[in-house]
């Protein structure tokens, strides 16, 4: 194509694409990038869904480095599987055809100790040994009479250099990984709802820990998560990228209304919007709620810059953080040319 350079996704994706869900694509890239780099605003990323067994780290790490993510509200699973990944990818099976498996296909996969999703199947002794891992730090706080939340303890697992010599992956591939370097908040809302938030409750009824409080409750978030927004609202506005729906979306876009009408306190909506998802629009589903929707719940503004884009997260996801990754990179190149070339000579 004349006039694009072939390694650079942002010139594809203006060259390329024009219309319905590709425009829009390319306007909340567009949109992310001036919020963030030139309105000095500052990002939430929600991850439900599988995002980090379809390796998201890859382009999300790297975004999470470069200062565009500021707070993450994430699923148990994807938290975690995004560690699993570092110590267990080369053992990892993909199945591409998983639409024509059946139960006894994948009664043979559970026998040979792998649990799918979609067409990636995880080894299940990787999540045993992030568990033995995490088990130690909880019991270490519950002999020291603390407590901390989910994500606390897997960046004191990071930080204990547990992957250093066992990764699978090059670290810098974790968006976990680089969120614990940038040492922003991952929220887990429903935490519980994860494998290894099933082992800590197990870990509690068998005994091994004395009470489930060496883990913060729900509730311990969203009061630190609106100490987090109260903070910064008053400087930057804030904006919201949401990757498919359910609790790591709703949980964290939450805080505004609760801010507003159950603290009674004015602050600022939600100034910029993109939800990537598949739910149809229809039969009062969160997931497929537009932002207009949102509007009524004290969740935007009726001018806040919003995105829709009905589609494949795992495809459309990537994109976006790259093309903003590239403009940051050509923008900031620019200045720095431009400061060169106006330095003055020495005398």
């Known amino acids: 194509m004349k006039g694009v350079n072939s390694y650079s996704i942002a010139a594809f994706l203006e060259e390329n694409f024009k219309h319905f869900n590709a425009r829009e694509t390319l306007d909340a890239a567009a949109g992310y990038y001036r919020f963030v780099e030139q309105q000095q605003g500052l990002m939430m990323v929600s991850l439900a869904g599988a995002m980090s067994t379809a390796e998201l780290g890859k382009t999300l790490a790297p975004l999470i480095r470069a200062g565009f993510v500021h ?8 938290i975690e599987e995004d560690l699993f990944n570092l110590v ?7 199945q591409p055809n998983w639409r024509y498996l059946t139960m ?5 996969t559970l026998e040979e100790g792998y649990n799918r999703v979609t067409d990636t199947c995880i080894p299940e002794d990787v999540m045993l040994d992030v568990h033995s891992a995490l088990r130690a730090l909880w019991q270490s706080a519950d002999r020291n009479g603390q407590r901390h939340f989910h994500w606390e303890y897997f960046y004191q697992l990071i930080r204990s250099g547990f992957f250093n010599n066992r990764s ?11 969120a614990c370097e940038r040492n922003i908040p991952v929220y887990t809302p ?62 964290a876009m939450c805080v505004v209304p609760a801010i507003i009408q159950d603290h009674e306190t004015n602050c600022r909506h939600w100034r910029y919007f ?12 969160y997931s497929g709620c537009p932002p207009n929707e949102k509007v009524t719940w004290h969740k935007l503004d009726p001018d806040t810059e919003n995105y829709t ?24 190149a620019k200045s720095r040319t431009v400061d060169a070339a106006v330095e003055p000579a020495e005398a």
Not at 88 to 94: A, H, I, P, T, V
Not at 104 to 108: G, L, Q, S, V
Not at 274 to 285: E, L, P, Q, R, Y
């Open 104 to 108: 006894a296909d994948d009664a043979r």
């Open 168 to 178: 699978d992956v090059p670290l810098r591939d974790s968006w976990l990984v680089a």
């Open 274 to 285: 993109c939800h990537i998802g598949d739910a149809v629009t229809s039969f009062g589903g």
């Open 71 to 78: 707070a993450i509200s994430s699923t148990g699973a994807n």
């Open 309 to 332: 884009i009905n589609s494949d997260a795992s495809i459309v996801a990537p994109l976006i953080f790259q093309y903003v990754l590239e403009k940051s990179a050509s923008s900031r």
């Open 190 to 251: 429903g935490a519980e709802d994860s494998t290894i938030g099933n082992m800590f409750c197990a870990d509690v009824i068998q005994g091994h820990l004395s009470s489930h409080a060496v883990l913060k409750s729900g509730t311990e978030q969203f009061a630190h998560l609106t100490q987090w927004y109260r903070q910064h609202e008053r400087k930057h506005p804030i904006g919201f990228f949401q990757i498919g729906g359910g609790i790591a979306g709703d949980f």
């Open 88 to 94: 267990g990818n080369s053992r990892y099976k993909l």
